[in-house]
């Protein structure tokens, strides 16, 4: 049996796009990694998390990676519409964790190696282009259905659970929103903490809601639960143990669990569903030399 060539040409660019996409996430997620270990080998020494790192040299690389980070979860379509409406919400604080900046104390910087005066001004104007363009984005949401136009497009379209997720995300722009515009210095001073503590509890609804997709099938999917667990238990450990000041850059760490973490799930997720639910076989191409079909009148002769 052969199949129409255009059909199988789409499916492998899906795949291939598919592939490019989550390869791309993983060299950012490098890229950033490469960029921290270098100012940790020309200065000595780790900085408290992650995110201290916006005032260091890697400042560009950081702001770049988190951008890209955050468009290409935007852009990558979940298997259902509560988990893109999640993927959509994760990617949008990205870039709030971008653009505002960690506090840091004046004591703290040193001006050797660190951006000690980075202007509000600077950091109002980029969050307030990415208000703009989230509000585009939500009102594109809620009006192309009701305009018969996401049907097919937008995967929250006849999901319930994608539907609260959305209404949800809403209230949450509309609050940013308001203390953005009310309260400024609160929000820089704690947009970004709070934007990355819900951006790692998306990712980690992400990966707990990819689970339950896989269904009670396939005995290797407890690897898949495994490892979530682990990842969790060590949040808890390094949480408790900088809680109680018996580790150093705690923050730090708790971070790189949780980057480190998703990354592997990113990268390993497809093996789970392969394993949990092989995919029904495609009818084979034919492997010599293709020719066009011929016309009807020919064949019925």
């Known amino acids: 049996m052969t199949t129409d060539p255009v059909a199988a040409g789409a499916r492998q660019l899906v795949r291939r796009t598919d592939l490019y996409l989550r390869l791309g996430m993983v060299l950012l997620v490098l890229l950033l990694a490469a960029a921290i270990t270098l100012e940790r080998l020309r ?36 298997r259902s519409g509560f988990e893109d409406v999640t993927l959509n919400a994760a990617g949008f604080l990205a870039f709030l964790v971008a653009f505002v900046p960690t506090s840091r104390g ?59 997720a959305l209404h949800v995300l809403a209230v949450g722009y509309v609050f940013l929103v308001a203390v953005f515009f009310l309260d400024r210095a609160t929000f820089l001073r704690m947009g970004h903490g709070w934007s990355a503590l819900v951006l790692f509890a998306g990712l980690i609804i992400v990966i707990v809601n990819s689970g339950l997709h896989l269904g009670h099938r396939g005995s290797r999917r407890v690897w898949y639960w495994g490892s979530l667990a682990l990842a969790l238990l060590a949040m808890a450990i390094v949480w408790f143990a900088g809680r109680r000041g018996a580790m150093e850059h705690w923050i730090f760490v708790e971070e790189s669990i949780v980057i480190g973490g998703f990354t592997f799930f990113w990268v390993t997720q497809k093996v789970a569903e392969v394993w949990a639910e092989p995919a029904a076989p495609e009818p084979t191409e034919p492997t010599g030399p293709t020719e066009p079909p011929e016309p009807p009148e020919r064949v019925l002769a």
């Open 106 to 164: 004046e004591a703290e910087c040193d001006p050797s190696r660190a951006f000690c005066d980075i202007p509000t001004s600077t950091i109002a104007a980029n969050v307030a282009a990415v208000l703009l363009v989230g509000g585009v984005g939500l009102l594109v949401a809620y009006l192309a259905p009701i305009m018969g136009a996401g049907k097919g497009v937008l995967s929250h379209v006849g999901d319930r659970h994608a539907r609260i």
């Open 43 to 78: 200065y000595g020494s780790l900085l408290d998390s992650v995110s201290a790192y916006y005032y260091t040299p890697a400042h560009a690389v950081f702001i770049a990676c988190l951008c890209s980070l955050g468009a290409c979860m935007i852009i990558y379509p979940g």
